[in-house]
């Protein structure tokens, strides 16, 4: 039986009522299996980042079900779902969100402080997760002091700090060149193949198509293939 990072049936997501009711997601079934690398393509509003939401428990569902790995985060509380995200999952967003006035290891140190890390372990792992996305120069420098793509790479270094299964990526790539860009989605092809990781990326670029195992195609809220 093939192992799935990613199961979901039915997922509906409802924004307002009557006449401003507006219908985010509409019944979308989605298996991603583990290990590989999926593009959800799709226009502006056609759903991405609400599913990329609901599958990381940042939004909720208001019908279907969500399973990752081996849990069952459909009826998951607030308390619950914050425990689950924080060791299981990895976000990636577009605008980098690193804090400007801490350097590149402390970006991803922070995170393993904040999840209780002993001092020694986080540091360790901190330096080996920047130097994985080719850093291990730059940990001192400050975001400012950092192209683009080195922010990018802070961002996905302090994403898999906490060693989590899946990586939702949403338009990740959405502010780089498209050299810089290339580079990014190489180096998640790379932690995909070398880290067994899997990542689901929300894109609109068809610059991914040469990177990803699989590209599945999101319209007005439903999936209209692959």
Request: proline share 2%; hydrophobic share 40%; with cysteine.
């Amino acid at each position: 039986m093939m192992n799935l990072a990613i199961n979901v049936q039915g997922l509906e997501r409802v924004y307002g009522s009557g006449s401003q009711r507006v219908l985010a997601l509409q019944g979308v079934n989605l298996q991603v299996p583990a290990g590989q690398f999926v593009a959800v393509k799709g226009r502006s509003g056609s759903g991405k980042t609400t599913l990329l939401n609901c599958l990381g428990g940042l939004d909720r569902g208001n019908a279907g079900t969500i399973h990752i790995f081996a849990h069952n985060i459909t009826h998951l509380n607030d308390a619950q779902l914050t425990e689950w995200r924080s060791k299981e999952i990895g976000f990636i967003f577009q605008s980098f969100g690193l804090l400007p006035t801490l350097s590149a290891f402390e970006n991803v140190e922070l995170l393993l402080r904040i999840a209780g890390i002993p001092h020694r372990q986080r540091q360790e792992r901190a330096r080996h997760c920047l130097e994985l996305v080719g850093l291990g120069k730059w940990i001192e420098h400050r975001p400012y002091e950092m192209s683009g793509g080195q922010q990018q790479r802070v961002a996905i270094a302090r994403a898999i700090a906490n060693q989590p299964q899946l990586i939702l990526a949403d338009e990740a790539t959405g502010e780089l060149d498209t050299e810089t860009g290339n580079e990014i989605l190489s180096l998640f092809r790379k932690l995909v193949d070398e880290q067994l990781l899997t990542i689901l990326l929300a894109t609109h670029s068809n610059q991914v198509d040469e990177f990803v195992h699989q590209t599945l195609f999101l319209q007005d809220g439903r999936i209209v293939g692959s």
